[in-house]
């Protein structure tokens, strides 16, 4: 730690002498000056880490003196206390609100002296961190909120890609901060349609990175036309070779193919996948059947799927965790029911947003605390083939069925 500087400011030669010896003895630099002037024009060359000012002196007063120099300071605290043979309180008053902090009358006791320079100037340090904490943080937050923005445009790239939805998928996301853990992808080739919505481990940037390698492995895979099961293994292993322990994405894959009036589902942590009749009752309930992708080892993963008719204006209805999970100030969830009762309200023309409504009145207008995504898809109408290419069976036979 370099030696303290210190500036003593006194007309009186005798007493700058003895007080100078003085603090030199602590290990103190004292440099002197006789009159007010002098000594802003010394503060102006060095940077004293405290200063002891005399209040009568010629040319410039005390009083002067701290005033320009709490000015030529600005933000920068220096330490100034009076030595002054004054003992009014009024004069004391006077030169606290001139911008001194403290005073010792003369003639000076060498202990009080002493424990006010040891206080002042270990004060002056912790100030001096204080604000060298404080452009830390500064320059931290900049870089921090520049970083944050490159991340912000490489995701808002990744999702222009899903921006064009057809007319009968509709979708909503809400983050519950700047970026959104929860995402929802759309992709046709050929007579295939196909869906993601996936919900990544936690909420914010962490968690829009994570969803990165799953979008680009959907979107690859589905211009192919590849299988669903296939799809769903090729991100489960590369989301399980690059994310850290402990992070993982909660998704649903569906592939549709309208003219044959079949719907592919491989659920992966996903609580609510719905579908509903044309009079809008729920009649299936798409369940997770495996672990959330990035779990499992290749060799582990299950790539089966749950397969089922999807017949004119029929309606899947998905969502995240951050949607049946949202509760009331009472502890209550809004839950599955919460979204098929807004379902049966909205039904047909207004079924996303009669659910958002419906959750907004569940939490009273508060903000979400996690992310949310909601996903409607009314079933494409096409002409009807028969459903063999997919595997499709009417779901009254179907061991899935649970209307």
Same mark, same amino acid.
């Given at each position: ?24 003895d ?22 004293? /880490? ?41 004069d004391?008053?006077e ?14 006791s060498? /202990? ?7 206080? $002042? ?21 900049? /870089? ?7 991340a ?17 998928v ?15 992808c759309?992709?046709r080739?050929?007579d ?9 481990t936690?909420?914010?940037l ?38 850290? $322990? ?29 579908? $509903? ?5 729920k009649?299936?309930? $798409?369940r ?109 036979r ?6």
């Open positions: 730690m370099p030696q303290p500087k210190i500036l003593l400011v006194d007309d009186s030669a005798t007493n700058s002498l003895m007080v100078r010896t003085f603090v030199e602590l290990g103190y630099r004292c440099d002197l000056a006789g009159n007010g002037r002098e000594a802003v024009a010394m503060c102006k060359e060095v940077g004293y /880490d405290l200063i002891l000012m005399d209040i009568i002196m010629p040319v410039m007063n005390g009083l002067q003196a701290t005033m320009e120099l709490r000015t030529l300071f600005g933000e920068h605290w220096v330490p100034i206390i009076f030595l002054t043979g004054l003992s009014q309180q009024q004391l008053i030169g606290l609100k001139a911008g001194g902090d403290d005073y010792l009358t003369k003639p000076v060498p /202990d009080l002296l002493t424990a006010k320079i040891q206080v $002042f100037l270990r004060i002056a340090q912790m100030q001096r961190q204080i604000n060298q904490d404080a452009v830390r943080l500064e320059r931290y937050f900049l /870089d921090n909120e520049r970083e944050q923005s490159y912000l445009e490489l995701i808002e790239r990744l999702n222009r890609q899903q921006l064009e939805l057809p007319s009968h509709w979708r909503h996301l809400r983050p519950a901060s700047q970026f959104n853990g929860d995402l929802v759309y992709a080739a050929g295939r349609e196909y869906l993601m919505l996936a919900d990544c936690g909420h914010g962490t968690a829009a990175i994570s969803a990165i390698p799953a979008v680009e492995c959907f979107y690859d895979l589905a211009q192919t036309q590849a299988a669903l099961g296939d799809i769903a293994a090729a991100i489960n292993d590369k989301l399980h070779r690059l994310l850290p $322990f402990g992070r993982f994405v909660a998704g649903i894959l569906i592939a549709i193919d309208a003219a044959a009036q079949c719907v592919q589902v491989w659920n992966g942590g996903i609580p609510c996948a719905l579908m $509903f009749d044309p009079q809008g009752r009649i299936k309930q $798409f997770s059947e495996h672990p959330p992708l990035g779990i499992l080892a290749a060799r582990q993963f299950d790539r089966s799927l749950e397969t089922s008719m999807l017949k004119p204006e029929h309606a899947l209805v998905v969502c995240s965790d951050g949607i049946t999970e949202a509760q009331a100030d009472n502890g209550q969830m809004f839950g599955l029911d919460g979204v098929i009762k807004a379902v049966e309200t909205g039904w047909p023309g207004r079924i996303g947003n009669t659910v958002l409504q419906a959750l907004q009145r569940h939490r009273q207008n508060e903000a979400i605390l996690d992310d949310a995504s909601l996903l409607v898809v009314h079933a494409p109408s096409l002409k009807n083939k028969q459903g063999a290419d997919m595997g499709c069976v009417d779901p009254s179907s061991r899935w069925h649970d209307a």
